[in-house]
């Protein structure tokens, strides 16, 4: 199993990013999605995550009017849309992927695969 983040890179505050998370090793169907961060010298914490097979979506609260999670099942790739991004907002951003048992799937630990990361660094 792979999962391979993809698309940081350094922004200006108030602008815009999309990640992109593509897996592959098996059918992620019966699976979670999630996306963290982590920022330096903090834990990895919960940005969204999303049911392949049913489209439900979760935020972060803190996030959710800024950041939009999708999903393309033909191209099982999932997508974190991030607009009006923040100097707050730079971290190391991981895409996961957990068997799904009917929760949103907000911490780490719920999660078996992990790709490596991308970093976004968002400038004042």
């Known amino acids: 199993v792979q999962l391979e983040a993809s698309g940081g890179g350094l922004v200006q505050a108030g602008g815009s990013l999309r990640l992109s998370c593509a897996a592959s090793?098996?059918?992620?169907?019966?699976?979670?999605m999630g996306w963290f961060r982590q920022a330096p010298g903090k834990e990895r914490e919960f940005v969204a995550s999303?049911?392949?097979?049913?489209?439900?979506?979760y935020y972060a609260d803190a996030l959710k009017d800024r950041f939009v999670i999708s999903g393309d099942n033909a191209k099982n790739t999932v997508y974190l849309q991030m607009h009006s991004l923040k100097p707050g907002d730079t971290a190391v951003y991981y895409c996961?992927?957990?068997?799904?048992?009917?929760?949103?799937?907000?911490?780490?630990?719920?999660?078996?695969?992990w790709g490596r990361g991308t970093l976004v660094t968002v400038s004042s």
């Open positions: 999303i049911y392949w097979n049913r489209g439900r979506l």
């Open positions: 996961a992927a957990g068997l799904a048992i009917g929760t949103p799937l907000r911490s780490q630990y719920e999660y078996q695969y």
């Open positions: 090793g098996r059918t992620f169907s019966s699976y979670v």
